[in-house]
């Protein structure tokens, strides 16, 4: 086998793993905005739905946001329901009930606390 044959057949090679990782990359571009707009729908759904029972809107609006998250499953199939779900103990992070945060976020008011390896270059 020639030179030439070797660079053309090298060539095609990475000409089709070029076109591969292309392929792959389209594709998760694909999911991710389809998730996207999966999102978007579902909290367009929920404040519908929020409007119609708190303070009046139409139900016909909850219905009009079903019928476009049912279109978009029909598209690009099932939607993600459970990412990002609150609970009634869901409780914002930060610092414990009753706990006053000190300069770094801890809950030691700065004072140099050990508990949990809350070191600092004072401690030395």
């Given amino acids: 086998m020639g030179l030439m044959d ?19 990359g389209q594709a998760k571009l694909d999911q991710v905005q389809g998730k996207r ?17 708190r303070t009046g809107a139409s139900q016909g609006d909850v219905e009009a946001a079903l019928e476009l998250v049912d279109q978009h499953v029909a598209t690009h ?14 409780t914002p992070a930060g610092p414990a009930a009753g706990t006053a945060a000190g300069p770094n976020g801890d ?17 030395m």
């Fill in 6 to 24: 070797k660079v053309k057949q090298q060539a095609e090679q990475a000409l089709a793993k070029a076109q591969q990782g292309v392929s792959q």
């Fill in 37 to 53: 707009q999966a999102d978007s729908l579902l909290r367009d759904l929920g404040a519908a739905y929020y409007a119609w029972q």
């Fill in 77 to 90: 199939g099932p939607v993600d329901t459970t990412a990002g779900t609150v609970t009634a103990g869901d």
């Fill in 107 to 123: 809950a030691t008011g700065g004072q140099g606390g050990h508990e949990g390896g809350n070191f600092s270059i004072d401690d």
